[in-house]
């Protein structure tokens, strides 16, 4: 059974950085898609980055430059590097993957709502 476990959640100033971790385990499948989705009180969720196993990476336009998604693959650890972090980007960050060579190939930040497995979240609050 796959688990996504994230990490690095926290409390920030605005122009701060924080870096989160999804760490995944139980999957055998090397073509993959994952990424972060967030989720902030009275909103509507979004997609904010994904990678897939060819290192392919697309971001939420609201980040894009913000953001750094990356992976270290020999760890099955997936992180979202946040720079100049912004009080609208308080929410509950969910890891999210799912496996396959299709959904590598069409993996992008705007299809995470539809992927298989998700981590418990972790928060960022960002204040001005």
């Known amino acids: 059974q796959v688990q996504l476990v994230e990490s690095g959640g926290g409390s920030v100033q605005a122009g701060g950085s924080l870096t989160l971790s999804c760490t995944a385990s139980?999957?055998?499948?090397?073509?993959?898609?994952m990424g972060w989705f967030r989720q902030a009180p009275g909103k509507e969720g979004e997609g904010v980055a994904s990678i897939n196993s060819n290192g392919v990476t697309t971001y939420a336009e609201r980040v894009n430059g913000r953001f750094t998604i990356s992976q270290d693959n020999a760890k099955n650890i997936v992180y979202l590097q946040m720079n100049n972090l912004k009080p609208e980007d308080t929410a509950m960050y969910y890891c999210?993957?799912?496996?396959?060579?299709?959904?590598?190939?069409?993996?992008?930040?705007?299809?995470?709502?539809?992927?298989?497995?998700w981590g418990k979240g972790t928060e960022v609050n960002v204040s001005s």
């Open positions: 139980g999957s055998t499948d090397n073509s993959y898609c």
């Open positions: 999210a993957a799912d496996w396959g060579r299709v959904v590598a190939q069409v993996c992008s930040h705007v299809l995470l709502y539809g992927m298989e497995s």
